[in-house]
């Protein structure tokens, strides 16, 4: 499976964003998909991550309310659509899926064992 992340640029505070992800390969291995950021000098984190279905969302407590994180199953994509951004919220943001069984929940980075290429988000105040 290959993961190919797109829609990151440059915005203003309060400015929207809408990534993408396709899943090429076999996506059909596809369990849970999240995104995950990495900030300069930060660790990576999770910021959003849903499961197959689609009835089941994870946020991270500084993104709840502004991001919101879809899928289209039937054409292999993941969406995170950003509003209300803030200067913090720069980061490249990675898209990542489960595709082997563990025991991490949806909202454990440690589930998420396929990553794709980075797309940057930066946010100016």
């Known amino acids: 499976v290959q993961l190919q992340a797109s829609g990151g640029g440059s915005v203003q505070a309060g400015g929207s964003l809408r990534l993408s992800c396709a899943a090429s390969?076999?996506?059909?291995?596809?369990?849970?998909m999240g995104w995950i950021r990495q900030a300069p000098g930060k660790e990576r984190e999770l910021v959003a991550a849903?499961?197959?279905?689609?009835?089941?969302?994870y946020y991270k407590d500084t993104v709840k309310g502004r991001f919101t994180i879809s899928r289209d199953n039937g054409e292999n994509y993941l969406f995170l659509q950003m509003n209300s951004l803030k200067p913090e919220d720069t980061a490249v943001y990675y898209c990542?899926?489960?595709?082997?069984?563990?025991?991490?929940?949806?909202?454990?980075?440690?589930?998420?064992?396929?990553w794709g290429q980075g797309t940057l988000v930066t946010v100016s105040s």
């Open positions: 390969g076999r996506p059909y291995t596809i369990n849970n």
């Open positions: 849903i499961n197959w279905s689609g009835d089941s969302t």
């Open positions: 990542a899926a489960k595709t082997v069984p563990t025991a991490h929940t949806l909202g454990d980075m440690g589930s998420y064992n396929l």
